[in-house]
């Protein structure tokens, strides 16, 4: 990720084929993890190998599992990891770079937190920037120790302990980072380790303990705010895991599809988890036409494919409470809404600000370059007054700054698909943290997009 790479989109006809995107980022995550402590051999099918995933990867090499990929007779890419078992991770030789991955770094502490053993975390010049005393508090308060720089940033070295405390913990911030990191800390911990989220998160790292044997159990408190219990030292078992489509990615050429006339795109295999689907319900209010086909369940997470058709979206008011299930989708969304007709309200996006990026000014700067009127409120929400609705896009014609954050990059190029005049990012190398081949996958698909 030395290199900048910049990159651009010009508009383009119709968007047809069937594809599956990469497996998903939050799954992958978690399924390397998981692995790493259960007791035996883990074989996940469809592991997405995006940079992000791949430093989870070297990470837990580095704690002493074994992660492979292996080539099988179909040419599919599957890995293995055998794992150490709970409470047997191996102090790293060296730091452990996280890289890009917010993900990777605040589930990781979690986890290391609850083992006896020393670890220094560092990322890229990104997540360096982006706060972590959101995990590192509660992580103290079960006996962890954190030692770094002053304001709670990477690098960090994390003091675990093999005797760490179980606390009650009820998150001050809607995050399933903050979630899985006290989860995962409350695993090699005795007792139960209890969580309380007054918003619904991804809900990943719950479902995937079950799946390897942990109880995990959740109450509903009165005043509508869910608890979620780990009971700690359980004994985990290699499980086989198939990592469904990520929707996260699936956004990318299903907002290209809406935006295209002549479209019909199917997308195969694509994770419907009620905690992630909060892009898809919002489009199919502007008016997409999105059939959501052979739902399925796919080793406790649900799927379905897809099947995208051109439609002229309208403008519609996304409610904050909608924020935690379609949290990374903003910046695409917002690219949907520039093209819609009418005005779209995003409202509760402070998250957002903390992002790879601090996506909601990134968002906003980057539609104003191209022509698209927005205003940022003091609340933190963002309105985008769409140019059409009928396949007329923005102005374009600009070059879109992107702060080492695909989901800019990704947005921005779908806009410029749909633009006058062709739209460029300035680095589109970070694509490769959650989406590779992003540009030969939309190209194949009918886009344009190429070198700048
Ligand atoms: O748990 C996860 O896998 C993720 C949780 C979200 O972050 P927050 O927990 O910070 O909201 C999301 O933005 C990120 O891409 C992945
Ligand atoms: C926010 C994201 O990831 P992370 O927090 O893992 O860096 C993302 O992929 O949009």
Not at 232 to 238: N, S
Request: glycine letters at 12%; a negative charge.
């Amino acid at each position: 990720m030395t290199h900048a790479r910049p990159l651009r989109s010009t508009t383009t006809g119709a968007i047809r084929g069937s594809i599956r995107v990469p497996g998903d980022k939050s799954i992958s995550h978690r399924s390397l993890m998981l692995g790493a402590v259960a007791v035996g051999e883990t074989v996940i099918h469809g592991l997405l190998e995006g940079e992000d995933v791949l430093h989870t990867a070297a990470a837990m090499r580095l704690l002493g599992a074994e992660a492979e990929r292996e080539d099988n007779a179909q040419g599919d890419g599957v890995w293995r990891v055998r794992g150490v078992g709970l409470g047997a991770l191996q102090e790293p030789a060296q730091v452990l770079d996280m890289g890009n991955s917010g993900t990777a770094a605040r589930l990781l502490m979690g986890l290391v937190a609850g083992h006896p053993i020393t670890c220094v975390f560092t990322g890229d010049a990104s997540l360096n920037k982006r706060p972590m005393a959101r995990v590192t508090k509660p992580l103290e308060e079960m006996g962890a120790r954190f030692v770094g720089r002053s304001g709670g940033r990477l690098p960090l070295t994390v003091v675990g302990s093999g005797e760490l405390v179980p606390i009650t913990y009820r998150l001050p911030v809607a995050s399933a980072q903050v979630k899985s990191a006290i989860l995962l800390a409350g695993l090699n911990t005795a007792g139960a380790t209890t969580v309380i989220e007054a918003e619904p998160t991804r809900d990943h790292t719950e479902l995937m303990l079950r799946h390897f044997g942990a109880t995990v159990t959740t109450e509903r408190l009165e005043d509508g705010a869910l608890a979620v219990t780990v009971i700690g030292q359980p004994e985990l078992t290699g499980r086989t895991i198939h990592v469904p489509a990520d929707p996260s990615s699936a956004a990318f050429p299903a907002v290209a599809a809406l935006l295209r006339p002549g479209s019909e795109l199917l997308l195969n295999d694509v994770g419907m988890n009620p905690r992630r689907t909060g892009l898809y319900d919002t489009l199919v209010e502007m008016g997409a036409d999105i059939a959501f086909e052979n739902r399925r369940d796919q080793a406790g997470e649900p799927v379905a494919d897809l099947r995208v058709k051109h439609s002229a979206l309208k403008g519609v008011v996304v409610p904050a409470d909608r924020a935690p299930s379609m949290i990374d989708e903003y910046p695409v969304l917002a690219a949907a809404a520039a093209c819609a007709e009418g005005t779209t309200v995003m409202l509760g996006l402070k998250e957002l600000r903390v992002k790879e990026s601090d996506r909601l000014a990134m968002v906003a700067e980057g539609l104003t370059r191209c022509g698209v009127s927005v205003e940022v409120g003091a609340d933190d929400s963002l309105t985008v007054h769409g140019t059409g609705g009928t396949g007329k896009g923005p102005k374009g014609g600009a070059t879109v700054a992107t702060a080492m954050d695909h989901r800019i990059a990704m947005s921005f190029l779908v806009l410029g698909m749909a633009s006058e005049e062709p739209i460029s990012v300035d680095d589109g190398a970070f694509i490769d943290t959650s989406f590779p081949d992003f540009v030969g996958l939309m190209n194949r698909l009918g886009a344009k997009i190429g070198e700048a």
